[in-house]
């Protein structure tokens, strides 16, 4: 496998492709703004050689000079549900951990992360009782 690019943006890395109809409506989700107007900067990437990836895998596909704390992956798990909940794979730290979102509310993960004013234990924690942050309680 290819080395995922290098951006300053978080990099939303599709890894099902059986259906297309879901990543059309993933990719609407992730650049249509939030009531308050925010977004989530994230580059797409979209290339059949990341069929399957994991985030074990992923880790080692990323480039040494990207520095956003957030890698994000759009698996059969968010390509399978309507709310089009992503697996998000915090990079700091020294070790992987993840947590899923729901497409519409990762702006408020990728914002609050990057810009520092939140910690990850904090998205962790906001979890619904089947382990997808909403934003309900952050």
Not at 17 to 41: E, I, K, Q
Not at 60 to 74: C, E, K, M, R, T
Request: net charge negative; proline share 4%.
């Amino acid at each position: 496998m290819k080395q995922l690019p290098c951006t300053l943006e978080a990099l939303v890395v599709r890894t099902d492709f059986s259906a297309t109809d879901a990543w059309d409506a993933l990719r609407v989700a992730l650049y249509t703004p939030s009531r308050d107007g925010f977004l989530a900067n994230v580059a797409l990437v979209n290339d059949g050689q990341n069929e399957g990836l994991t985030p074990e895998r992923a880790l080692g596909l990323i480039d040494p000079a990207y520095v956003h704390p957030l890698l994000v992956l759009a698996d059969s798990a968010t390509v399978t549900s309507a709310e089009l909940p992503l697996l998000v794979v915090y990079l700091r730290e020294g070790r992987e951990r993840c947590v899923r979102v729901v497409a519409a509310e990762l702006w408020s993960i990728e914002n609050n992360l990057s810009g520092a004013n939140m910690d990850f234990e904090d998205f962790a924690r906001a979890v619904d009782g089947d382990g997808v942050f909403r934003n309900n309680s952050c």
